[in-house]
């Protein structure tokens, strides 16, 4: 018997393309977060992101995947933290520069990987927690500049800086658990139906 296909490479180009698409919507998010209330900006985000999911599945004919669901209490969970991850997220885009926010958000893997193995029980080689601490020491390094002498003094001295970066590291750990709670939707869930209730919990909880 054969094990069963595995599609590293397809993850990997859609773990790419994810991450640029993120990033654009990270830029847009500090333009907008500058004028407008966080929850607005969380409401359009999520509400507008409803509709290409159910025009995409609907033009394949397959709309009630979008809706069916096995674990609804495991949907409602990972909703209800993915508005945490992203309320964080959003008033950390809005209260620090770009490049301070998303150097803080890259801890998040670490996170990521202490949980796969507290939670899932997954297996994690050495060398995975070295690239991991390879990469914190990174976020470190971009950020040095800002944590010594005057820059320090200021920048904590600023309500707006300590309360961005307190965001940014909340929403880092949440943004682990879930993806981590994401890992175990997938058990049984569909990506589209995860995708929906994800933006349907955010919509409905931020209106």
């Avoid at 599945?57 to 069916?68: D, F, T």
């Avoid at 307190?166 to 943004?175: K, L, M, P, V």
């Amino acid at each position: 018997m054969h094990p069963a296909p595995t599609h590293t490479g397809r993850g990997i180009v859609l773990k790419l393309i994810s991450a640029v698409l993120f990033a654009v919507m990270a830029a847009l998010i500090r333009y907008l977060g500058a004028r407008y209330p966080v929850g607005e900006v969380v409401f359009y985000r999520s509400a507008f992101a409803i509709v290409p999911v159910m025009l995409v599945y609907a033009w394949r004919g397959e709309l009630a995947a979008v809706v069916r669901t096995e674990r609804p209490f495991g949907q409602a969970g990972r909703g209800a933290l993915s508005i945490v991850g992203m309320f964080c997220n959003f008033g950390a885009l809005a209260r620090l520069p770009l490049v301070e926010s998303n150097a803080i958000s890259f801890t998040s893997p670490l996170f990521s990987v202490a949980l796969a193995a507290l939670v899932l029980k997954e297996r994690v080689r050495i060398y995975r927690w070295s690239a991991v601490i390879i990469g914190f020491i990174g976020v470190l390094v971009v950020l040095s500049p800002h944590l010594s002498g005057d820059e320090l003094t200021i920048a904590m001295a600023s309500a707006t800086s300590v309360t961005g970066v307190i965001y940014a590291i909340a929403g880092s750990a949440t943004n682990a658990g879930t993806a981590i709670q994401t890992r175990w939707l997938t058990q049984s869930e569909s990506t589209s139906s995860i995708v929906f209730y994800f933006s349907l919990a955010c919509a409905l909880r931020v209106w």
